[in-house]
């Protein structure tokens, strides 16, 4: 599948120390292959979560029928968990 970063994410990427990109890029090529990722927790209606250690938390959603992924969000991960705590 086609993986798509939102410009946002983007940003907040651009914007992290070397070894924080190489990781979190690593795992977004990994969503090329979303299904065979089994770290990969559906939280919402078409919305997944993805843990990059103990650090980063992925948003994204899949699009099979575009074969797209499409990720929303990356963000540090107690902010993640602050934001998007309704969804547990």
Do not use: W
Not at 61 to 69: A, F, K, S, T
């Amino acid at each position: 599948m086609k993986v798509e970063v939102e410009i946002k994410a983007c940003n907040f990427v651009k914007e992290l120390p070397i070894k924080g990109r190489r990781i979190i890029l690593k795992q977004l090529r990994r969503l090329e292959e979303p299904f065979l990722v089994s770290e990969i927790e559906k939280i919402g209606h078409d919305v997944y979560r993805l843990h990059i250690g103990r650090t980063y938390t992925v948003f994204f959603m899949i699009y099979p029928e575009g074969d797209l992924v499409r990720v929303t969000d990356i963000l540090p991960i107690k902010t993640a968990h602050k934001r998007y705590n309704r969804f547990a």
